[in-house]
């Protein structure tokens, strides 16, 4: 399953909104009602973090201004209002088949 | 606290073999997938292997099936990774990480997915003859 992130580079305003797209080239929704989508942020010099897990449930002491959502082939993660400490490279995996990650989509601030 | 120490990482030869360990500690490793994601200089995330928690069950990529194999020590908390026939195209940062998605036989289907949280700090592992 291949999936692909838009926008590559996202310049952002603190305090403003941003969103990140993912699609992907089949459906990630199982028979048990879940997307196999999960979302991570790779910090600058850092490992990555978990933040989004099966499309729409936020990881513990993720703050709730990221929220993921769509459903079967695509996804999206919204950072409703961006501070600096969002900036990195946000990437999206799916799980429903032999693990695979999107391209990751760099955040900066403008 | 969570923690995952990954070490074994260095400089090795093309065709040659390298041993990653990684000790886990903050949580009862016995009952947990763990997993190893590579990150290649200036590339994305690429998943390599999962193990099951009793390490009955493991997967790899099909870049390094055949080459590399996982295995684990519930006794010691530690996971590892050997890496055999190693490639140029194997040089990366690898991160053990806490979790992982079990697929199901026949239909390949998954039976139950833990989202990769932690992650380690990384093991360096380059290749140069």
């Known amino acids: 399953i291949v999936l692909t992130q838009s926008p590559l580079s996202l310049p952002v305003i603190p305090g403003e909104a941003a969103s990140i797209h993912c699609r992907s080239s089949?459906?990630?929704?199982?028979?048990?009602?879940?997307?196999?989508l999960d979302w991570y942020l790779q910090k600058p010099g850092q490992s990555p973090q978990l933040l989004i897990w099966?499309?729409?449930s936020r990881a513990s002491g993720v703050p709730d201004r990221f929220s993921g959502n769509g459903s079967g082939t695509d996804f999206t993660l919204k950072i409703s209002r961006v501070e600096a400490e969002d900036v990195g490279v946000y990437y999206c995996?799916?799980?429903?088949?032999?693990?695979?990650f999107g391209g990751g989509t760099r955040v900066e601030i403008k | 606290e969570v923690q995952l120490l990954e070490s074994g990482g260095g400089l090795a030869q093309p065709g040659k073999s390298l041993r990653l360990s990684c000790a886990a500690s903050?949580?009862?490793?016995?009952?947990?997938?763990m997993s190893w994601v590579r990150q290649a200089p200036g590339k994305g995330l690429e998943w390599v292997s999962t193990?099951?928690?009793?390490?009955?069950?493991?997967y790899y990529a099909d870049s390094v099936k055949g080459r590399f194999s996982t295995s684990r020590d519930n006794s010691k908390n530690t996971v590892f990774l050997q890496m055999d026939s190693l490639r140029a195209d194997d040089a990366a940062v690898y991160y053990c990480?806490?979790?992982?998605?079990?697929?199901?036989?026949?239909?390949?289907?998954?039976?139950?997915?833990?989202?990769?949280?932690?992650w380690g700090q990384g093991a360096r592992v380059s290749i140069s003859s």
């Open positions: 193990i099951s928690a009793p390490g009955d069950l493991k």
């Open positions: 903050g949580f009862t490793f016995r009952t947990y997938a």
């Open positions: 990480v806490k979790g992982g998605t079990l697929f199901g036989a026949p239909n390949g289907e998954p039976i139950a997915h833990f989202p990769f949280d932690p």
């Open positions: 099966l499309g729409s």
């Open positions: 995996m799916q799980a429903l088949q032999t693990l695979t």
């Open positions: 089949q459906s990630l929704l199982h028979s048990n009602g879940y997307n196999y």
